[in-house]
């Protein structure tokens, strides 16, 4: 089977630009981004991210929110501060070298098992398993696994198949092969007639391909709603930077868990000891994330008079501001046309 893949992955693999190299912080850059996002999705953000920060060294000294602009739409923010502080870990624990082994990268901010595993097996050829959702979707047909793939104890078994499988063959080639073939042949919907290891595979044996892998997860997001105000002075408008939290290091505009855009103006002038008023209604604004969805009620407020932290729309493109603020800063210029 190994070989199987391993011929079939030199034949077949998608061309990446982060395949081009052998640097183990070019593949832990690429990796980091390709947490939760899509491959065609990262690759400008990679390929720019690459010509701004090309070595540890020069990540090491960034500032944090020119990391963040780089980032910015890309989601999932706090991968990029992991970077920022990780890149510091390598210049100050390891002497500006990325780390060797496998438990030292593992010690890296943001760094799991499977990020982990694709790095050490990908730069260094460590016999090492890099289980993501495509892993764990083949290794339950191939196996004929039954068990719930989302479960700790179901991964923790497919982990242990897949090291034993990788022993004494090119890990580098192996584990990419199964990323390219989840990706590409044993999907959710398998094209099992052209599947390289059809053959040893118990699901396709037993026609168990369209039901197997059972992959039950208890995921629930909760509804967040805001009165969000875009508020202006002059044409310039008031942004706040989050210091924690969900969007920290981000721009966005203020907005309030409240009922009423009256009820915004009272907590605004209690918190910032400044005066506004209501313009108008622009419209709801809905942005999900992993876990939660924010429902967004934007009003256009006025500063009576003038306050820190106001941004010109120049200004504003220049810093790095969530996605869900986006959103919301576009609605409010298309309503204002």
Known sequence: MQNELILWYQENKRD????HTNDPYKIWISEIMLQQTTTEAVIPYYLRFMDTYDNVQSLAQAQEEDVYKLWEGLGYYRRAKYLCISAKMIED???GEFPKNYEEVLKLKGVGTYTAGAICSIAYGIEVPAIDGNVLRIMARYYGLKDNIALNTTQKQIYTLTAHLIKGYNASMFNQGLMDLGAMVC??????HICPINKHCLAYQQNLQNI???????IKKTNHYYITGIITYNQQYLLIKN?????ENLYGF?????????TFMELFEQEYHHSLSLISYVKEVKHTFTHR???MHVYHFVLNNPID?????EDIYQIPMSTAHQKVLKAYLKADD
């Open 212 to 218: 197997l892998p059972i992959n039950i997860k208890n």
């Open 254 to 262: 203020i907005q309030y868990e409240c009922e009423s855009p009256y």
């Open 243 to 247: 210091t924690s939290g969900l969007l």
């Open 93 to 95: 624990d390891f002497h």
């Open 309 to 313: 932290h106001l941004y010109t729309l």
């Open 187 to 192: 999907t959710q919907r398998p094209k099992c």
């Open 16 to 19: 990446f630009p982060w395949r």
């Open 293 to 295: 969805k924010w429902i």
